[in-house]
Every structure is written in C-alpha cells, then in structure tokens.
C-alpha cells in the first residue's frame, strides 16, 4: 500500500524514456476495490489480496473472460496483504483488522495464515484448499509486503514501526530482524515507510526494500546466516511525483520491476547500476491504475495488481477518475 501523500520529490536522477511494452487488462473489480498484492501459483493461477475486503481470490489468466473465484474469506478480519510462497502450493498470507481510511490497523490483529493447496489425487480430484492460522504478530502495527527467508521463516514488513519481522512458521514465534533508518516512515501522516521486501540471492545475497514515504529502493547485504552484513543502502528514488509500493525481480535478478503507485507505471531498475526508466502505463492513464505489486511468471508476462485510483484517482483529461482494481499482464518477455 502505499502514501496518501505525495512524497518528497526526490531529485530525478536517470529516468529514460524508452518504448513501453504492450499491456493487457485480464481482469477488473468493482469499483471501490483495492487490490494489494499477488503470487503465482505453480499452475499459472494468481492469488490476489485485497485492502477492501477479508478475502483471498484467485484468477486463472489463460481463461477468457478471465473470472474471479472466492478462494477464502477470512471472516475474523477486514483486509489481506502481503503472501508469499515457501514450499511449491504452500503459501502464507499476512491477514488484519485494517482501516484503508485512517491506514492503520487495531492492535494485535496482525496475523500470517498458511494457504495450501493439496494435489489431487485419485481419490480425491478436487482437494479443498487447507486454510489455518500460523501465527499472530502481537507486537507488529503494520504489516505490509511478505517474503520468504528460508523454506521455515517468512520476513514481513512492517510499516510503521519501520522495521522487519521474522517468523518462524514451525513455532509460531516472531521477532524484529532488521531495522534501518531508511525503513522508517516520516512524520507526515499516513507514514507508510518500508512496503516491499524481496531477497536477490547471490554472493552475497541482498535484502531489496522499498520506502513509500521516502519514495525509495534500498538493499541491505547478507551474511550467510542471513544477518544483516552492514546498513542499507539506497539503490534509486522514485520518479517526481511518483512513489513504490511493492515489486519483484527478472529471472536473472538483473531488474527489479517496480510498482509506482501514483504514478500509473512500473518503472525497471537495473540492480547493477540503479538505472531506472518506465516501461508500462502513464500518468495520465487508467491502463495501470495505481499499480500496487507485480510478479514476473514463467511466460514472460509481467503481472500488476492495481488500487484504481482509489487513493489517488488518475486525471484523465482534467476529470478525477477512479476505476476496480485490476490484474494487468505486461509483456516484458522472457529476455529482461
Ligand atoms: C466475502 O467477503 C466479502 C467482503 O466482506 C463479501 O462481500 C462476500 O460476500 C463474502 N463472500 C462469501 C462467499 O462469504
Ligand atoms: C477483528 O475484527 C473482528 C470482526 O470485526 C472482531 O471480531 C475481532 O475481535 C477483531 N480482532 C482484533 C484483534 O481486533
Ligand atoms: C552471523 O554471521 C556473522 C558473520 O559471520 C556473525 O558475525 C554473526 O555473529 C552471526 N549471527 C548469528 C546470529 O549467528
Ligand atoms: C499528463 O498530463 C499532464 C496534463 O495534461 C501533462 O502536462 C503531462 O505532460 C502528461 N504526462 C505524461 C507523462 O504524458
């Protein structure tokens, strides 16, 4: 998720402006609908969490129509946030008592769900999906973007207390792992700091963050126990005028794809240098309306889940206007 705010202008150090890539709308919801994050099923199917409602979906895209299907609602909660995948079907899911109007979430309430997906078998074609709760973050305030660390802990950022928590999926215990001044949100409210959060793997291997409200990339070294191998270091800014939210890497994890919030857009960062140029959507354009993460899948398409302008509705020829969050492919291809 991401400021109601615009963020600092950062100075624009190296936007290019280059052809854009075809995209493609496979699915829009209602209107008022703000979708947050996704993950690529093994199958190709997406699952999609949602700011607006309790719920988990999932949207097969090599169907047309494409159709939305229920997978979860968790009914003890108001919102669905960031998930990530550990083992192939298994995956885990930050769930809430959230208030999209005040950004801020009831005390306590901040839990990860385990979503598996058992494979059919002869007996039994059709398995029904496992839901059940893995943990409960008492201590966190915001929960935010998810990842997986190893097979048995998930990171979760948390954006207000700007820092990053790590849970042991096998007991259930959590604790801060990280902490850097550059995940700290500002003082303007709503003060969402840290938001996505991906490992590049490698020698060493890298943390990758965004800040909302400082409207920037970071990584942060590893040792190999996974520790901290020094402070976080800042990769890009975003464009003026635009912010991150969430993003996710190439296959070769030589380019992060990156959700600009109002921007319209996702912007491509070389991780090599931090050159940084738009590559889908506009401004001025409801085609990525208010891009909120993105997942790279084995076919080459870039798939963006959008808020619709709900924050911050996108001006298309002096009119405000808002449009369902949407799941939109963009062909980026498989040579990124
Ligand atoms: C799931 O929750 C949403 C939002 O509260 C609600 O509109 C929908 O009817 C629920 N669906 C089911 C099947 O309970
Ligand atoms: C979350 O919201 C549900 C439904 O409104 C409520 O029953 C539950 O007590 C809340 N939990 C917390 C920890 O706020
Ligand atoms: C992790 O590795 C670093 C570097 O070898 C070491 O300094 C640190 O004590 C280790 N931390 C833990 C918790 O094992
Ligand atoms: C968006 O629209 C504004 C106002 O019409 C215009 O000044 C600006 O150049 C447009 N931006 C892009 C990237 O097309």
Redesign the pocket.
Known sequence: MRSHYLPLLLPLLSTLTTALYPTKQIYQFPVGTWLENLVIRPCGSILITSLTSPSLYQINPFTTPAQEILIHNF????WTVGITQTTPDTFYVIVA?GSLQTLSV????NRLYRISFPPPSPHNPNPNVEVSLAATLSGARLLNGATTLTPNEILTADSVLGIIWLTDITTGSSHPAFSDPLMLPTAAPPGIGINGIKILPGIPSYLYFTNSALALLAKIPLHPNNTAAGPAEIVTHAPAGTSYDDFTFDIFGNIAFLATSQGNSIAEVKTRNGKQEIVAGNVNSTKIAEPTSAQLGGDGVLYVTTAGGLAVPVVVGGEEVRVGGQLVAVEVGLGV
Do not use: L
């Open positions: 009914t003890d909660a108001t008592n009831a005390p306590g309430s």
